[in-house]
C-alpha cells in the first residue's frame, strides 16, 4: 500500500533522534493499552479497530441513504452539529471539493453547516437562503442535548415542516446520535426520522468514520469506501504489534512530547492548501480537547500557508522560541496550471516561464521549513501523496491514534472533555435554566 509518510529530521537540531527512540518501550505499551482497550478512559477506545469493523451493509446504508436524499433533487444539505458532530465532515468534505462548488453546477447538493455557533445573523441568513432552496438535513449530536445544535434544530425543523409538510419534512430529516439515550433520539423515534447510531464508546472528534461523518461526505458525492479502506490500511500499520521503528503514528507521538518537554509549548499545523484549512481545525479539536488537561498540554494552532506568511510568519520566525510547526504537504495536485511567458516580463516572473504553479508554493513550503528552523523552530513533515479519500482515510486514523499514545505518553485521559462543561456551567446560570437557581444567584454576584 502506498502510504502517507513522516519526516521528523528538520526536528534534529533541537531534540535528538536517541531521545525520540527513547519513548519506544514506553509507547509501544501504550499502543497495546489502546487497541487492547486498557488504557485510561477504555470505555471511549471504539475508534481504534473502528475502520476494519464498519460492515458492508453499514457503509450500503449510508450510500443508499444519501441516494434518497439527493434523488430529492436538493440544492442544500444542512449537517446541525458542533464539535466532533461537525468539524469531520467539513474537513474531508473541503478538502475533496471544487474551491468554488458553491458558485458552481453540481450534481451532488452543497453542504452547509448549523448549530455550530449561536450567532443570530447565520442563523437568520442562513433560514432566509433556506426560503429560496430545495434541502435535507441531518441533525447530530451523541449527547443528544448540545444547546448549540439543539437551537438550530427547533428553529430548522419549524422551517422545514412549514415549507414542505410534516410527513415530507421527516423524510428529508436524519437523526444521528446515541442508540438509546438523549432528547435527539426521543425526538427522531417521536417524529419517525430516519436514525443511525454514534456507538457509545466512540467520542465526538473521534466519530467521523462513523455515521457523524460518512452520511454528510456520501452526501456531498465523495467516495466513502475509500476513505474508510485508507483508515482500515492505517489501522493494520498502526497497530498492536506493529513496531515504534514502523508505527508512524507512534513516532509522531514521541516527536510532539519530546519537543514538549523541551519547552516547544505550542503545535502549528501548516498546509499549503487551503482546502485543508478545516482538516486542521479538526486536529485542533482532536488535539486540544485531547490533552489540554491538569494544567498540561500542547496547545493546537494551525495556518494556511503562504496566506498567513504573510500574517503570522513574522511572529513564527522570530517570536516567543515555544513553537514547532507540523506541515500537511500534498506531494502532487489534482490540476495543471503552467506559468505563462510575457514578453514585457514588467513583474520580473519570467523566470517561472513554464513552471507548474505548484512548483513555486514547493519552493514556499521548503524554504519555509528552512528559514523556520533556522529560527528555533523545529518542524515535522507529513506527506499525502494526493488529497484524495485514500489518503485522508489514512491520516485521520494516523492522528486519532497518535492523539491516544500523545495523551498516555503526557499522563492525562485523551478521551475525556471535563473541562467544557465550565462554560455551559455558566451559560445555563446566566439564562437562569431551571434547576440553575443556586449558581444563577452565585454568578450574578459576580457580575
Ligand atoms: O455530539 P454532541 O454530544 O452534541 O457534542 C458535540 C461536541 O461537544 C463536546 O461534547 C464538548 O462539549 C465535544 O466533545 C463534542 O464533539
Redesign the pocket.
Known amino acids: 500500500m502506498e502510504r502517507i509518510s513522516l519526516n521528523f529530521d528538520k526536528t534534529f537540531d533541537f531534540i535528538s533522534k536517541d531521545s525520540i527512540f527513547s519513548y519506544k518501550e514506553a509507547i509501544e505499551n501504550h499502543n497495546r493499552a489502546l487497541f487492547n482497550k486498557t488504557g485510561k478512559g477504555n470505555d471511549f477506545l471504539g475508534w481504534t479497530n473502528l475502520p476494519t469493523s464498519i460492515s458492508e451493509a453499514e457503509l450500503a446504508d449510508y450510500e443508499a441513504t444519501a441516494a434518497k436524499l439527493v434523488s430529492k433533487d436538493i440544492d442544500i444539505f444542512v449537517v446541525i452539529?458542533?464539535?466532533?458532530?461537525y468539524l469531520g465532515s467539513k474537513a474531508v468534505v473541503d478538502a475533496l471539493s471544487d474551491s468554488f462548488a458553491h458558485l458552481k453546477t453540481r450534481k451532488n447538493p452543497f453542504i452547509l453547516f448549523a448549530g455550530q455557533n449561536i450567532s443570530e445573523d447565520y442563523l437568520f441568513e442562513l433560514r432566509e437562503l433556506l426560503k429560496t432552496k430545495e434541502y435535507a438535513m441531518a441533525v447530530?449530536?451523541?449527547?443528544?442535548t448540545?444547546t448549540e445544535?439543539a437551537l438550530a434544530f427547533r428553529l430548522l425543523k419549524q422551517d422545514i415542516e412549514d415549507k414542505y409538510g410534516k410527513a415530507e419534512a421527516n423524510e428529508r430529516i436524519v437523526a444521528i446520535t446515541d442508540a438509546s439515550k438523549g432528547a435527539l433520539r426521543s425526538l427522531a423515534t417521536i417524529e419517525g426520522y430516519k436514525t443511525f447510531v454514534i456507538p457509545d464508546d466512540v467520542?465526538?472528534?473521534y466519530s467521523v468514520l462513523t455515521p457523524v461523518g460518512l452520511l454528510a461526505i456520501a452526501v456531498a458525492g465523495f467516495d466513502i469506501r475509500a476513505l474508510v479502506q485508507g483508515a482500515v490500511d492505517m489501522e493494520k500499520a498502526t497497530g498492536v504489534d506493529v513496531p515504534f521503528e514502523e508505527n508512524l503514528s507512534a513516532q509522531y507521538a514521541a516527536v510532539r512530547n519530546e519537543l514538549y518537554k523541551s519547552g516547544k509549548k505550542v503545535e502549528i499545523l501548516v498546509n499549503y492548501n487551503p482546502k485543508l484549512h478545516f482538516f486542521a481545525e479538526w486536529w485542533k479539536?482532536l488535539y486540544g480537547?485531547s490533552e489540554g488537561k491538569e494544567s498540561k498540554g500542547i496547545f493546537p494552532a494551525a495556518v494556511d500557508f503562504s496566506s498567513d506568511l504573510h500574517s503570522m510568519g513574522q511572529y513564527i520566525q522570530e517570536g516567543e522560541r515555544t513553537l514547532f510547526e507540523t506541515v500537511l504537504s500534498v506531494a502532487s495536485p489534482d490540476r495543471e496550471v503552467r506559468i505563462p511567458t510575457d514578453t514585457a516580463d514588467l513583474d520580473g516572473l519570467n523566470f517561472l516561464a513554464g513552471k507548474r504553479v505548484d512548483e513555486v508554493n514547493k519552493m514556499a513550503e521548503l524554504g519555509t521549513m528552512l528559514a523556520h528552523v533556522d529560527g528555533g523552530v523545529p518542524n515535522i513533515q507529513i506527506v499525502l501523496p494526493k488529497l484524495n479519500e485514500y489518503f485522508l482515510g489514512q491520516l485521520i486514523q494516523f492522528f486519532e491514534v497518535a492523539c491516544g499514545l500523545s495523551g498516555y505518553t503526557l499522563g492525562v485521559n485523551p478521551f475525556d472533555?471535563p473541562g467544557?462543561e465550565a462554560y455551559k456551567k455558566n451559560m445555563f446560570a446566566l439564562l437562569e435554566k431551571p434547576g440553575y437557581e443556586e449558581a444563577t444567584k452565585a454568578i450574578k454576584k459576580r457580575l
Not at 81 to 85: E, L, V
Not at 140 to 144: A, D, Q, T, V
Open positions: 452539529g458542533i464539535g466532533g458532530s447530530i449530536s451523541k449527547s443528544g448540545t445544535p467520542g465526538g472528534r479539536q480537547e472533555q467544557v
